[in-house]
Each structure stands twice: as structure tokens, then as C-alpha cells.
């Protein structure tokens, strides 16, 4: 039996709680309810846009890996990569989700074309499996969908939900792939030297079409490392940010008494045997 859509909700909800749970046991650490409400709404809002698409996927996480590579000084390194597969009607479709918002793929279509264009290689040359079209998935809702979801009106949900189209189609070229291997093993090159200088400040500042969001705002809030590179202080600087200060508000961002105190405990259950905490 089928089940409906409120079943599968439940479902999400459920499994979702359960990670959360296995998460804060394993690492100590439990997340706020402002991120624990935020992936749930990007789950239950993927499955809401795209359920034609997940009720049809046949093969999930699929593990592709071009091993035996070359950087130009001749380091050996292999690429990988996870994909969905979906077969239906004689038609194999090749589907990468990223969570990214769509427009942002769409503006920077070249990047994701040059690494699905690798996966779809691997696929048909080295598995010898046939494929028909390769596409992205762009979890990431749009700013539209987010005040909509703040505003907790229903029509106007539904409405922003209809507008919006998280599946980008990646045109299939073959000329790519040698080119993109050629450029990770100067990346494998730049790390194993130690060689990590950051793009300077211009490339940060960067749109390359009006109404897109400027490079720091793509891909440097991604990074980890954003508040110890000089160009993203410089950036933050010239626009009037204060890189420092966001820099402490996350370090010193402990959540509420109650998360503070379920902190605590999961790292006493890590710490001390269980026969010592009774």
C-alpha cells in the first residue's frame, strides 16, 4: 500500500527527530530549534515540490568513484561522488541534490554542469550504464518561500510553493570532463603543497549579473573558515560588516538553559560509564 501524503510527513517528522536524537548522543552537541525547525521545513517543503520525483527514485546515494587520476606533478587521487538514479519508461535520469538555492544554480549553471558531466562519465563509461538526462536538485528554498512560511499564511505558501522550481536540468557534454579532472588535480596539487591563498577581495565582491548575490554571499557563508581568511574580513569590512563580532556571536551562542543543560548531559552519557551515572 501507497502510503498518503500526511503518512510520509510523519514519517520525515519522525525520522528526522530520530537523527537529531543520534546526533546530540553521538557528538555531545544538541542543535536549537531554530535549526532543528529549518531542516524540517526543507524536508517536508522537498517532498510537498518534488514527490513525483522521490517516489520514482530507484537507486539512491549511488557511490560513483574515478580512481587512478593524475595531478599535473603527478600525485594520484580519485574523484567521488553520490547520486539518485531514477528509471522509468526506457529513461535513465541522473539526479545530484545540493543545498543550494536554485537561482544561485542556475546563475553559476557552469560549475554544476562540469561536475554532473564528470558523475554522468563515470556512470556510462565505467559502469556502462546508459543515461538520459542529468539534473540538480536545489533544496534550498527561495527567500520568497522562507517570508511565506514566516508569515504562516496558507495561500500565500501554496502560492510561493508554485512558483517555485528546485529542478535545474544539466545539459550532458562530454568535453567537460577532462577539463574538470585537469582542474581538481591542481586543487589535490594546491593542497598537498599547502598552497591555500584565498581568492582576493574582488572575486568576493563579485556578481555576475544584476539582482545576484555577490560570491561571498554564494559560497563564503558555506565556509567554515570564513572568519580566519584575510578576503572575507576584507569583504565583511567593506561593506560594513564587523566579521569580529559575528565571529564571537557564534562562538558564544551556547542556545537556551535548556539546550545548554541537554548539552551537558549527553557529554556526561559519552563521559562517564553508565553504571557510574546511577
Known amino acids: 500500500m501507497i502510503p498518503d501524503d ?7 517528522r519522525d525520522a528526522l527527530e530520530q ?5 546530540r548522543l553521538e557528538s555531545g552537541h544538541a542543535l536549537t530549534t531554530d ?12 517532498w510537498r515540490k518534488l514527490k513525483d520525483v522521490a517516489t520514482t527514485i530507484t537507486e539512491t546515494e549511488v557511490h560513483l568513484n574515478l580512481p587512478g587520476q593524475k595531478t599535473p606533478q603527478g600525485r594520484v587521487f580519485g574523484i567521488e561522488g553520490i547520486v ?8 535513465t535520469i541522473m539526479y545530484d541534490i545540493k543545498t543550494h538555492d536554485a537561482e544561485d544554480v542556475r546563475r553559476n549553471i557552469e560549475a554544476y554542469e562540469r561536475q554532473l558531466n564528470v558523475y554522468a562519465h563515470i556512470w556510462q563509461n565505467l559502469r556502462g550504464q546508459p543515461l538520459d538526462q542529468t539534473a540538480v536538485i536545489a533544496t534550498a528554498y527561495p527567500e520568497a518561500v522562507k517570508a511565506a512560511l514566516a508569515s504562516r499564511d496558507e495561500a500565500r505558501i501554496e502560492y510561493e510553493l508554485q512558483r517555485w522550481n528546485p529542478l535545474v536540468e ?3 557534454s ?3 570532463v577532462h577539463e574538470l579532472i585537469a582542474d581538481f588535480g591542481q586543487v589535490v596539487d594546491c593542497i598537498e603543497n599547502g598552497e591555500f591563498t584565498p581568492a582576493p577581495v574582488e572575486v568576493l565582491q563579485g556578481r555576475k549579473e544584476d539582482g545576484e548575490r555577490a560570491f561571498a554571499s554564494r559560497v563564503c557563508r ?5 572568519f580566519s581568511c584575510s578576503s572575507y574580513r576584507a569583504y565583511a569590512s567593506s561593506t560594513g560588516g564587523r566579521p569580529e563580532l559575528a565571529l564571537r556571536q557564534y562562538l558564544e551562542d551556547f542556545g537556551s538553559d535548556l539546550e545548554q543543560q541537554d548539552w551537558l548531559s ?4 559519552i563521559a562517564l560509564p553508565t553504571e557510574e551515572l546511577e
Request: with cysteine.
Open 170 to 172: 544539466i545539459e550532458f
Open 174 to 176: 562530454p568535453e567537460h
Open 19 to 23: 537523527n537529531f536524537e543520534l546526533l
Open 6 to 12: 500526511k503518512q510520509v510527513e510523519t514519517f520525515i
Open 266 to 269: 549527553s557529554n556526561l552519557e
Open 84 to 91: 539518485d538514479i531514477v528509471r522509468e519508461d526506457d529513461r
Open 222 to 226: 558555506r565556509c567554515d573558515a570564513r
Open 35 to 46: 535549526v532543528k525547525d529549518t531542516a524540517l521545513n526543507q524536508a517536508l517543503l522537498y
